[in-house]
């Protein structure tokens, strides 16, 4: 009786202190408005001064924020874009009303990624560019991953409409390797395939928070890979942003016909968040893009594909018989019928043979006919993107993510040959443990290719099905020997031979046509045929912890390591994987001071970072910065910093037979003994009486010094950045090609031998140098003009090396943006120009001129304040001014649209 009296007394005092402490609790309401238009502003942090208590304001501008501390005190309400409102609050019954007024300088945000803790980034040690949700929606831009490419320094290289490829400070091309994308702190590169998917499987546009770009040098803190930079997606927190949204976007695209028919562009995006009382908060959204892709219209004569070292020069399919256009597939099948097929002739036919003597021995080449890419690569262009994320706050300082993306899709790139993505599919899913101090997280990568396959390949195979070469070249040599006896000239022989040897050939979208071509792609590589098998898998974890609270009196100290491991299944089709899958471990380590002196006069960052890669030895990359405050809102920065990338999983397991008989491979030992190479010395191609030594493999480095200035003039009104960099790699990864004779000791023959694509370690520095400048003047009330200029250059490259630098000297961007004027301020505005100076492009698939660019993009839009929303009417290269950016890549026009966005701002 005793013992029950007791355990219902220690109820009723629980009972009574649970009552007490919800007494003590007091729940404060209010709403956010900007003074400007009376519009809602949701998103804005509401804190509790002095304290970590806080919430955000709903897509209606309304908050609620419960507390145990008793009036009066202190609310905090911070948003970006907009001034900081400090209001006291007396009497927890009366709501909160209040107005923001939209900030009128510039440079007032908050940066991350620099030195991955939050500084102005007025203040940050290194050259940073940020993209707000709010310069998303009046980009004219009509992906906001396109934004990108307007950057200070930024080249983006097209290879179809979903497939795009940032890059900073050279070495431009389809999934660059030394440009790291990261979203949401998940390393967003196909594991596999070696490019970033970040237009393909990335977020909705809907859910994207803001995107962070570091130029140049960047694995210190980041890892291997950021040798030319880092993008940064950041999506948007379901605590703080709420409620439904929708965007309805469509357009047109290839409007005058010149390369495909006028087509349809259509965008579809929906986001839904909820947060359910600060504790517990959940988001799901998807996109879907529906379109006819631009096309690889590029018709150039390609001209010596044999020596990997080709380049677009003169000649077309009735002028040159070895024709080999560059986006024409199948035409790379070429032999030299005076050598290969006139003998054989000669012995079948003898009286032939005192003609065929007078022909000389001069090589005849001839290629099979091909087929364009209209005919090869479906235009359909389908991308659905799908994410979510589950958020939990475990106490008031944890909070628990498991948050995921799934993507899948259609669209084309541009590598060794052109692919075509059908069906490719890719997920990216994460769990993290988030605090003030430290974060835990731990995401995985799944790669699986679908359906998809190598264009150039297929049209080979697809001609060697229809009639094999060895029945096809026979035909067409002894219909060209017989129209050179009947008198015709050459040309016309060698035409005529075609037509005849082409007799009955499946035309493009014939019936005949679609069972070959269906069948050839449908084949794995390994097997013949032109399908590549990608399943290839990334598993990632990491932590980092910021040490300020501790050791704040001498330095703020952050420390982080991870392990990595990509498992490589190819089947066969891709890697040297067609006995087991390949396993790749690497880990990492890194750590982080910052101290502060002279009263804030000057910043001194020291970083170091250390990763080893079990197929190479470690790397150790140290960062040294200074910010030296001059003046008010006016700092120089110096900068030292190195990076460096291990080779990547096809520079090292790469085995890939691509266009010209050259065989792509990696730079692993085991391909030495795989193809012989220890008992059959290879010889280099450029110099065939010299034997080829193979080196160590290494990874590359680059060390970068950079001086910049960011500062606010004009009383705030004028944003001026400035860097210049000048940067030295050793070890530097380039492609080399080598020969080998059929049998040891043979007489090389660069034209019947067997020819490979090595990577290799250039042993001299190869050295890179260049600036930046951009201006942006918000000259009357919100009317902004942004320019910015830049220049990259590489010098030191010895001759025989490919070094796919690929960057324009010089490019311009210019744009001039309103976000509100005229009755109300509803009326939205954007123009943008970009110029790029003409370039000579290389790259594995070809090599050749790009052209001086000039796009303009266009926007012009209406708020709908009562339900938030905004109507939008825009253009990309609103001028149908068609451009290429690489050599094979898709001819780009203008692309024009009308959009609905719901409760997006």
């Known amino acids: 009786m005793r013992k029950s009296n007791s355990y219902f007394a220690m109820m009723l005092l629980a009972l009574f202190t649970s009552i007490a402490a919800f007494a003590q609790t007091v729940t404060i309401t209010g709403n956010v408005k900007n003074s400007s238009n009376a519009d809602v502003v949701p998103a804005v942090s509401v804190t509790i001064k002095g304290t970590s208590i806080g919430t955000f304001t709903d897509d209606k501008g309304n908050f609620s924020l419960s507390t145990s501390q008793k009036p009066p005190f202190t609310?905090?309400?911070?948003?970006?874009?907009?001034?900081?409102?400090?209001?006291?609050?007396?009497?927890?019954?009366?709501?909160?009303?209040?107005?923001?007024?939209?900030?009128?300088?510039?440079?007032?945000?908050?940066?991350?990624?620099?030195?991955?803790?939050?500084?102005?980034?007025?203040?940050?040690?290194?050259?940073?560019?940020?993209?707000?949700?709010?310069?998303?929606?009046?980009s004219p831009a009509a992906s906001y991953y396109d934004i990108v490419g307007s950057l200070k320094g930024v080249d983006m290289t097209t290879s179809s409409l979903t497939f795009k490829t940032p890059t900073t400070r050279?070495?431009?091309?389809?999934?660059?390797?030394?440009?790291?994308?990261?979203?949401?702190?998940?390393?967003?590169?196909a594991p596999g395939l070696n490019f970033s998917v970040g237009a393909i499987i990335g977020l909705s546009e809907l859910d994207v928070d803001n995107m962070e770009l570091l130029p140049g040098a960047s694995s210190a803190l980041y890892g291997p890979g950021g040798m030319n930079g880092t993008l940064l997606?950041?999506?948007?927190?379901p605590f703080k942003y709420t409620g439904l949204s929708f965007q309805a976007k469509t357009g047109i695209m290839n409007t005058d016909s010149r390369y495909r028919g006028s087509s349809g562009y259509h965008n579809w995006a929906v986001r839904y968040a909820e947060n359910i009382k600060d504790k517990f908060a959940y988001k799901i959204n998807a996109e879907f893009i529906h379109a006819k892709d631009w096309l690889g219209a590029d018709q150039r004569n390609y001209i010596g594909r044999q020596s990997g070292r080709g380049a677009a020069g003169p000649g077309t399919r009735t002028t040159d018989p070895n024709y080999d256009g560059i986006n024409v597939y199948g035409d790379e099948t070429?032999?030299?019928?005076?050598?290969?097929?006139?003998?054989?002739?000669?012995?079948?036919?003898?009286?032939?043979?005192?003609?065929?003597?007078?022909?000389?021995?001069?090589?005849?080449?001839?290629?099979?006919?091909?087929?364009?890419?209209?005919?090869?690569?479906?235009?359909?262009?389908?991308?659905?993107?799908?994410?979510?994320?589950?958020?939990?706050?475990?106490?008031?300082?944890?909070?628990?993510?498991?948050?995921?993306?799934?993507?899948?899709?259609?669209?084309?790139?541009?590598?060794?040959d052109r692919y075509s993505f059908r069906d490719?599919?890719?997920?990216?899913?994460?769990?993290?443990?988030?605090?003030?101090?430290?974060?835990?997280?731990?995401?995985?990568?799944?790669?699986?290719?679908?359906?998809?396959?190598?264009?150039?390949?297929?049209?080979?195979?697809?001609?060697?099905?229809?009639?094999?070469?060895?029945?096809?070249?026979?035909?067409?040599?002894?219909?060209?020997?017989?129209?050179?006896?009947a008198g015709q000239d050459n040309q016309s022989a060698h035409n005529n031979a075609r037509a005849f040897a082409d007799r009955d050939r499946p035309a493009a979208g014939s019936q005949q046509f679609k069972q070959l071509y269906d069948r050839v792609r449908s084949i794995p590589i390994s097997s013949g045929g032109g399908l590549f098998i990608e399943k290839s898998d990334l598993y990632f974890t990491e932590a980092q912890y910021n040490l300020s609270d501790w050791t704040g009196k001498f330095a703020d100290i952050l420390i982080g390591g991870n392990w990595r491991q990509y498992v490589?299944?190819?089947?066969?089709?891709?890697?040297?994987?067609?006995?087991?899958?390949?396993?790749?471990?690497?880990?990492?380590?890194?750590?982080?001071?910052?101290?502060?002196?002279?009263?804030?006069?000057?910043?001194?960052?020291?970083?170091?970072?250390?990763?080893?890669?079990?197929?190479?030895?470690?790397?150790?990359?140290?960062?040294?910065?200074a910010v030296v405050s001059i003046a008010k809102n006016n700092n120089i920065r110096l900068s030292y910093q190195s990076a460096y990338r291990f080779p990547s999983t096809q520079q090292q397991f790469i085995n890939l037979n691509v266009g010209g008989g050259v065989q792509l491979i990696g730079g692993d030992k085991s391909f030495q003994s795989f193809y012989q190479f220890d008992r059959n010395q290879p010889y280099t191609l450029s110099n065939p009486s010299q034997q080829y030594q193979f080196e160590t493999f290494k990874p590359e480095?680059?060390?970068?010094?950079?001086?910049?200035?960011?500062?606010?003039?004009?009383?705030?009104?004028?944003?001026?950045?400035?860097?210049?960099?000048?940067?030295?790699?050793?070890?530097?990864?380039?492609?080399?090609?080598?020969?080998?004779?059929?049998?040891?000791?043979?007489?090389?023959?660069?034209?019947?031998?067997?020819?490979?694509?090595?990577?290799?370690?250039?042993?001299?520095?190869?050295?890179?140098?260049?600036?930046?400048?951009?201006?942006?003047?918000?000259?009357?009330?919100?009317?902004?003009?942004?320019?910015?200029l830049s220049s990259d250059r590489l010098q030191d490259v010895p001759p025989g090396y490919i070094a796919f630098f690929n960057a324009p000297k010089y490019r311009y961007n210019a744009t001039l943006s309103n976000t509100g004027f005229g009755k109300d301020k509803l009326i939205g505005f954007n123009?943008?120009?970009?110029?790029?100076?003409?370039?000579?492009?290389?790259?594995?698939?070809?090599?050749?001129?790009?052209?001086?660019?000039?796009?303009?993009?266009?926007?012009?839009?209406?708020?709908?304040?009562?339900?938030?929303?905004?109507?939008?009417?825009?253009?990309?290269?609103?001028l149908n001014q068609y451009y290429f950016n690489a050599v094979g890549n898709s001819f780009v026009g203008g692309l024009y649209y009308v959009s609905f966005g719901y409760n997006i701002y």
């Open 75 to 138: 609310l905090v309400f911070t948003s970006i874009g907009f001034d900081l409102v400090e209001a006291v609050v007396n009497n927890a019954t009366d709501p909160v009303t209040i107005s923001m007024n939209p900030s009128s300088s510039l440079g007032t945000e908050v940066v991350v990624s620099a030195s991955r803790v939050p500084e102005k980034i007025l203040e940050s040690p290194v050259s940073i560019e940020r993209v707000s949700a709010a310069a998303i929606r009046v």
């Open 170 to 189: 050279g070495f431009a091309g389809s999934g660059n390797t030394r440009f790291n994308q990261l979203v949401d702190g998940m390393d967003n590169q």
């Open 233 to 237: 997606v950041s999506s948007k927190n």
């Open 334 to 416: 070429t032999i030299d019928i005076n050598s290969a097929v006139f003998p054989i002739i000669s012995q079948q036919a003898p009286f032939l043979a005192p003609f065929i003597s007078t022909l000389g021995s001069d090589p005849i080449n001839v290629s099979r006919t091909g087929y364009n890419e209209s005919d090869i690569i479906d235009p359909t262009t389908l991308n659905f993107k799908l994410g979510g994320a589950f958020h939990y706050k475990i106490t008031p300082k944890l909070e628990a993510v498991l948050a995921g993306s799934w993507g899948t899709g259609n669209s084309v790139y541009t590598g060794s």
């Open 424 to 485: 490719f599919k890719m997920g990216q899913y994460k769990l993290e443990l988030n605090a003030k101090n430290w974060f835990v997280r731990t995401y995985t990568t799944q790669e699986n290719a679908g359906q998809s396959f190598n264009a150039t390949v297929t049209a080979r195979l697809l001609n060697e099905a229809w009639k094999p070469s060895t029945t096809w070249y026979p035909e067409y040599s002894q219909t060209y020997l017989a129209n050179l006896l």
């Open 568 to 625: 490589l299944n190819s089947e066969g089709t891709l890697f040297t994987d067609s006995a087991a899958p390949i396993k790749i471990n690497e880990v990492g380590a890194y750590i982080q001071a910052t101290r502060r002196l002279f009263n804030d006069v000057l910043k001194l960052t020291f970083s170091g970072r250390y990763d080893k890669n079990e197929n190479f030895e470690g790397r150790f990359t140290p960062r040294a910065t």
């Open 701 to 788: 480095s680059v060390t970068s010094y950079e001086l910049g200035y960011k500062g606010l003039v004009g009383n705030g009104k004028v944003l001026i950045d400035a860097y210049g960099y000048y940067g030295r790699y050793k070890n530097f990864i380039a492609r080399t090609l080598i020969g080998q004779t059929a049998t040891p000791g043979g007489t090389p023959n660069p034209v019947t031998d067997r020819k490979f694509s090595v990577p290799v370690n250039i042993e001299d520095d190869v050295t890179t140098y260049g600036f930046g400048l951009g201006i942006d003047y918000r000259f009357v009330r919100a009317w902004t003009l942004s320019m910015n």
């Open 831 to 878: 123009v943008s120009y970009r110029w790029q100076d003409a370039f000579f492009y290389e790259g594995d698939f070809a090599n050749g001129d790009i052209a001086a660019i000039h796009t303009v993009d266009a926007q012009v839009s209406y708020k709908l304040p009562k339900v938030k929303s905004v109507i939008k009417l825009g253009g990309n290269n609103i």
